[in-house]
């Protein structure tokens, strides 16, 4: 990941702690890193008094958790109901694994936290924060796109949606053996549009299957061009949880892949643990008969979701996706990579293949290794891109 240490005058950081002294040290280094718009809360009540929209300029909440009347938590609620698209640092005196289960409370409001650093704070951690709410790709939202249904169900007929491929590639050896391909919506006037501004759009107006139709398409059609070219690379589709419903999916893969000249082992198709839950009975139909045609089977986000011991023991996955927050954390994080080694042996006994995703540096790239992971994938190893541009990238690397 790219890092820019340069004095980014846009930033502009909010400050709630309850202890004057640790808020003038926090302040104090930020004007040190050349962050001069720093404004101060003394606690969470006045916290929720400051502006923190867009037009705000804040883009870092450095919040302290123990504090009187409205403490850091319920100040986190207040904060992702504003709507507050910015980065979050916590920081707190309590034990590690208390802090670690706030983090986890903190994502699950949609909030962007950047970590949990403990007092008493090290300049330098709080440095690295800043670095990457600097970076371009570091978490900072890009401005939002509105799109509405009818301009989805337009995109759809006029094949706007298209996927890009994200490389994966071997751990130790290091060439590319796969790719997951990633809707992204050309939007005649807005620009690429991300998937985060239309799958939930797609879910709820029952736009999915047609979603799933434009991305397994393209893929197929671009792995079977890949394998003409001499490229032995896999691809992987996601499955949203309303495709499982879809009771002909199984014999549409199997059709299309010969169609397109790719054997059924080099198809993938990813699940998260939720979706499986919300589908219980229709998901192990469904993924059964995938498996049984030896298309792979893989779970997304491991360890995210509810009821994963019992997932892993009904339906026949091949592959277990470790989730990017346990990657980064993993590092620094005893919890973190304790969990990271289970996943790893628990996969290892299970015939499972590992994939680490989200692995955005070099140091992140090693430790995965370390740690026995299969597969790597992230931006440490490229960005997603399009199918041509895919081809151009995987030659180019000697791996044609």
């Given at each position: 990941?790219?890092?820019?240490?340069?004095?980014?005058?846009?930033?502009?950081?909010?400050?709630?702690?309850?202890?004057?002294?640790?808020?003038?040290?926090?302040?104090?280094?930020?004007?040190?890193?050349?962050?001069?718009?720093?404004?101060?809360?003394?606690?969470?009540?006045?916290?929720?008094?400051?502006?923190?929209?867009?037009?705000?300029?804040?883009?870092?909440?450095?919040?302290?958790?123990?504090?009187?009347?409205?403490?850091?938590?319920?100040?986190?609620?207040?904060?992702?109901?504003?709507?507050?698209?910015?980065?979050?640092?916590?920081?707190?005196?309590?034990?590690?694994?208390?802090?670690?289960?706030?983090?986890?409370?903190?994502?699950?409001?949609?909030?962007?936290?950047?970590?949990?650093?403990?007092?008493?704070?090290?300049?330098?951690?709080?440095?690295?924060?800043?670095?990457?709410?600097?970076?371009?790709?570091?978490?900072?939202?890009?401005?939002?796109?509105?799109?509405?249904?009818?301009?989805?169900?337009?995109?759809?007929?006029?094949?706007?949606?298209?996927?890009?491929?994200?490389?994966?590639?071997?751990?130790?050896?290091?060439?590319?053996?796969?790719a997951?391909?990633?809707?992204?919506?050309?939007?005649?006037?807005?620009?690429?549009?991300?998937?985060?501004?239309?799958?939930?759009?797609a879910?709820e107006?029952?736009?999915?299957?047609?979603?799933?139709?434009?991305?397994?398409?393209?893929?197929?059609?671009?792995?079977?061009?890949?394998?003409?070219?001499?490229?032995k690379?896999?691809?992987?589709?996601?499955?949203?949880?309303?495709?499982?419903?879809?009771?002909?999916?199984?014999?549409?893969?199997?059709?299309?892949?010969?169609?397109?000249?790719?054997?059924?082992?080099?198809?993938?198709?990813?699940?998260?643990?939720?979706?499986?839950?919300?589908?219980?009975?229709?998901?192990?139909?469904?993924?059964?008969?995938?498996?049984?045609?030896?298309?792979?089977?893989?779970?997304?986000?491991?360890?995210?979701?509810?009821?994963?011991?019992?997932?892993?023991?009904?339906?026949?996955?091949?592959?277990?996706?470790?989730?990017?927050?346990?990657?980064?954390?993993?590092?620094d994080?005893?919890?973190?990579?304790?969990?990271?080694?289970?996943?790893?042996?628990l996969?290892?006994?299970?015939?499972?293949?590992?994939?680490?995703e989200?692995?955005?540096?070099?140091d992140?790239?090693?430790?995965?290794?370390?740690?026995?992971?299969?597969?790597?994938?992230?931006?440490?190893?490229?960005?997603?891109?399009?199918?041509?541009?895919?081809?151009?990238?995987?030659?180019?690397?000697?791996?044609g």
């Open positions: 990941m790219a890092e820019d240490d340069g004095p980014g005058p846009e930033l502009a950081v909010l400050v709630v702690d309850d202890d004057p002294a640790v808020a003038r040290f926090v302040v104090s280094a930020l004007w040190r890193m050349g962050v001069p718009d720093v404004r101060i809360a003394h606690d969470g009540n006045e916290a929720l008094r400051v502006d923190v929209g867009p037009s705000s300029g804040i883009g870092l909440v450095v919040t302290d958790l123990q504090m009187p009347e409205l403490d850091g938590i319920a100040f986190l609620r207040h904060l992702a109901s504003r709507g507050y698209r910015g980065a979050v640092l916590l920081m707190s005196g309590a034990d590690e694994r208390l802090l670690k289960a706030v983090e986890g409370l903190a994502r699950s409001l949609d909030l962007n936290v950047l970590g949990v650093l403990s007092k008493p704070l090290h300049p330098a951690d709080l440095a690295k924060a800043v670095r990457r709410v600097r970076a371009p790709e570091a978490g900072r939202p890009a401005a939002e796109v509105e799109v509405t249904e009818e301009e989805l169900r337009a995109a759809l007929a006029a094949g706007q949606i298209e996927p890009f491929f994200q490389p994966q590639a071997d751990a130790r050896t290091r060439r590319v053996i796969g997951e391909a990633l809707a992204r919506w050309r939007h005649p006037e807005k620009g690429l549009v991300m998937p985060d501004a239309f799958i939930g759009l879910e107006n029952g736009l999915v299957d047609g979603l799933l139709d434009c991305v397994l398409g393209e893929a197929l059609s671009a792995s079977g061009e890949w394998r003409r070219a001499g490229l690379v896999g691809v992987s589709v996601n499955l949203s949880f309303r495709n499982l419903h879809r009771l002909t999916l199984p014999e549409e893969l199997e059709r299309l892949a010969r169609l397109h000249g790719v054997p059924l082992a080099g198809l993938t198709v990813e699940v998260t643990e939720t979706s499986v839950a919300q589908q219980l009975a229709a998901s192990l139909e469904i993924l059964t008969r995938l498996r049984l045609r030896n298309i792979g089977l893989s779970i997304d986000d491991f360890g995210t979701g509810f009821a994963t011991m019992d997932h892993l023991k009904q339906f026949p996955f091949t592959e277990l996706k470790i989730d990017k927050g346990f990657i980064e954390a993993a590092a994080d005893r919890t973190a990579r304790t969990i990271v080694e289970s996943s790893v042996f996969a290892r006994r299970l015939g499972m293949t590992t994939v680490a989200g692995v955005e540096t070099s992140q790239w090693d430790l995965v290794t370390g740690l026995g992971i299969d597969v790597v994938q992230g931006w440490a190893l490229a960005r997603p891109m399009p199918r041509a541009e895919f081809q151009t990238w995987v030659v180019a690397r000697g791996h």
